[in-house]
């Protein structure tokens, strides 16, 4: 009998959203778990559920609606959760996920239902380990993890931006099939600067002023080792850390943690990705490539090294790889003698005269890519964007900044202003556009594509640190599996209903585990048939039977 399994019943059962079946626990299983009587008399099968749920979930009348019922879904149900997520992954994903998370950080403490996640707080100084041992799973091999400082392109966001991991690791799961039991969302609430939410009676967070560097590094530092201590084969992720920290934090814990930050290198690679396959349109070499960014933080430089390290394995140095990459921000173009530059942004200001906008920039270099990561929407304007269609027969367009509010340009803005010839592609959905007597399916440049590949990849081979050729030789696999169809419709990423599939093969296709292996990084033996392998850990969204 189930129940003699250890298996909770009745009431409990139907409370705990990893062992909830709802209507679709079998005439046998309610005898034996104590549930007749509690349920619908009618046993549903899974199919059955999502039609409800789609039925549902469509009559909501906006979409942070529908987010709200679908976070309680994953409350109640988590198997039911992502089997319509995986059923219906292009539809849900603008909703799990970018652009209505951003508006769900917004309003967190507005909509909040039921805690998720871990939230780490000041007051936890001291006994962090004790705390990480608070969660209910004891083999967690992925943490992602947010201080709330820059939440999407929307910014200071504090405790709120506990959407964006809790977002995050439902695509884990979804896109790649990384057991839920195996991830944790943690919130460090180090405090907010965002007056709006200091002053709001309904905020969740602690309400004070983000902690002074030396105290934020403490907290940092002890919460690193707390996982280290209670969660020793874990992946940790960065997630929406501003500039200043996201960069050190970094280059300062990389080397002896398992660790990366996807809003620089998991957005690189996407953007990789993206260039790849506008290259296979324009049948020209990374190395003949001269891209000009517009913006300097986390995304845009996260973009141009992994362009470089890309551009070095194919043999340039990394002098002139970097030499094919130019960066604009909001006090002009980035050039040698700035004073007012950062670390990061140091290896890309190259000899060249001051110029204070975009425009004289793009006409002094003669880019043949435009990489727009500033947060502004419309930057890549009328001007911009037709005097990249004289450059270039094929202009490369990548609008990125999220949420869609944010894009530099609209989708039909870029195939307009270029006569339908730019290779487009932007962080957040558009939907098809027809220019010119032809429709273009917008490509979208989603993170989602790369990040929960590479973590499968990580805890297949239990890698002890992740190098940035992980997520080149991602790019690689995931511009590989666009087709020529995609390509001729203008798409230049595969459609989202073939994420999962995608994410199975950056893991499986030496995009990650094989270059874990090749660099001595793998906690465990290379298995004899590591695609067999990978392919047993898929968590698959189905039932289980209890008796």
């Not at 037709?386 to 340009?409: G, Q, W, Y």
């Amino acid at each position: 009998m189930a129940k003699e399994k250890g298996f909770p019943s009745g009431v409990d059962l139907l409370h705990d959203p990893a062992l909830n079946k709802g209507t679709a626990f079998t005439e046998e299983e309610r005898d034996a778990l104590a549930l007749r009587g509690l349920l619908p008399p009618h046993v549903c099968t899974q199919d059955e559920q999502v039609m409800r749920i789609m039925e549902n979930f469509r009559r909501k009348p906006n979409n942070l609606e529908k987010y709200i019922f679908m976070i309680a879904l994953q409350d109640r149900n988590e198997t039911l959760f992502y089997r319509v997520l995986t059923d219906h992954i292009e539809e849900m994903m603008p909703i799990i996920y970018t652009p209505t998370v951003g508006e769900a950080c917004q309003q967190f403490g507005h909509i909040f239902r039921r805690s998720r996640g871990l939230y780490i707080t000041t007051r936890d100084k001291g006994r962090m380990t004790e705390v990480l041992r608070n969660w209910p799973e004891q083999d967690v091999r992925v943490v992602v993890v947010t201080d709330g400082e820059r939440i999407l392109g929307l910014g200071d966001l504090g405790a709120n931006g506990m959407g964006i991991p809790v977002g995050k690791l439902s695509l884990y799961t979804g896109c790649a099939g990384v057991p839920p039991a195996l991830c944790l969302p943690v919130t460090l609430d180090v405090g907010t600067n965002n007056e709006e939410l200091l002053n709001d009676p309904l905020y969740l967070g602690i309400q004070q002023r983000r902690l002074p560097r030396e105290a934020y590094d403490e907290l940092v530092e002890e919460f690193f080792a707390a996982v280290l201590e209670v969660f020793p084969r874990a992946l940790i992720q960065l997630e929406d850390f501003a500039n200043i920290n996201a960069f050190r934090l970094l280059k300062e814990h990389r080397e002896r943690i398992c660790l990366f930050d996807d809003d620089i290198q998991g957005t690189g690679a996407v953007a990789l990705a993206g260039l790849y396959s506008a290259l296979r349109i324009t049948k020209n070499r990374l190395e003949d490539q001269r891209i000009l960014f517009l913006g300097a933080g986390e995304a845009g430089i996260g973009i141009g090294n992994l362009i470089v390290s890309a551009m070095v394995d194919e043999g340039l140095s990394p002098q002139e790889a970097r030499k094919r990459c130019w960066f604009f921000n909001s006090r002009g173009l980035i050039v040698k003698g700035r004073p007012d530059l950062a670390e990061q942004q140091r290896p890309y200001a190259h000899d060249h005269e001051d110029l204070p906008d975009f425009l004289s920039a793009l006409r002094a270099l003669s880019p043949t890519a435009i990489i727009g990561v500033c947060g502004k929407a419309g930057l890549f304007s009328r001007d911009v964007l037709e005097a990249m269609a004289d450059i270039n027969h094929r202009p490369i367009v990548f609008a990125l900044s999220n949420p869609t509010s944010k894009a530099e340009c609209t989708a039909e803005e870029a195939y307009a202003w270029t006569q339908g010839r730019a290779l487009f592609a932007s962080g957040s959905p558009f939907d098809p556009v027809t220019v010119c007597g032809k429709t273009f399916v917008p490509g979208q440049g989603n993170n989602a594509y790369i990040f929960p590949g590479v973590g499968l990849g990580i805890i297949a081979c239990e890698a002890r640190q992740v190098p940035d050729e992980m997520f080149f030789r991602a790019a690689k696999v995931l511009a590989h599996e666009v087709s020529e169809a995609d390509l001729e419709q203008g798409d230049l990423f595969p459609p989202l209903t073939k994420i999962r599939e995608v994410s199975e093969a950056i893991a499986i296709a030496i995009a990650v585990a094989e270059v874990a292996y090749a660099r001595g990084l793998a906690g465990k033996p290379r298995p004899e048939d590591l695609p067999a392998f990978i392919s047993s850990r898929i968590y698959v969204p189905n039932y289980r039977s209890y008796v």
